[in-house]
Nanobody, 111 residues
Framework: QVHLVESGGGSVQPGGSLRLSCTAF????????MRWYRQAPGKEREFVAI???????GYSDSVKGRFTISRDNVKNTVSLQMNSLKSEDTALYYC?????WGQGTQVTVSS
């Protein structure tokens, strides 16, 4: 059984940066496509970024140009570098692969 653990969340001022990490633990043969999602209070969970096993990436329009997803297949880790953060980026950020979800890490952007 594989489980995902996110880390790196916190509080930052608008314009600041944070780097989230998601590490996979358990009986891992090979991690496939990984995704980041987020859910703000009172809103539905939304897609943020995706990275394939081969490193192809994609982003939602709301974060394109500000966020960068990457992965380390040796360490079974996927990261999300978030720059130029805005108040509307405030949310609980989740890592996902197939049907497996992490517990989430909170990002708060506020002055």
């Amino acid at each position: 059984q594989v489980h995902l653990v996110e880390s790196g969340g916190g509080s930052v001022q608008p314009g600041g940066s944070l780097r989230l990490s998601c590490t996979a633990f358990g009986r891992i043969v090979a991690l496939g496509t990984m995704r980041w999602y987020r859910q703000a209070p009172g809103k539905e969970r939304e897609f943020v970024a995706i990275i394939s096993a081969g490193g192809t990436t994609g982003y939602s329009d709301s974060v394109k140009g500000r966020f960068t997803i990457s992965r380390d297949n040796v360490k079974n880790t996927v990261s999300l570098q978030m720059n130029s953060l805005k108040s509307e980026d405030t949310a609980l950020y989740y890592c996902n692969t197939n049907t497996i979800w992490g517990q989430g890490t909170q990002v708060t952007v506020s002055s």
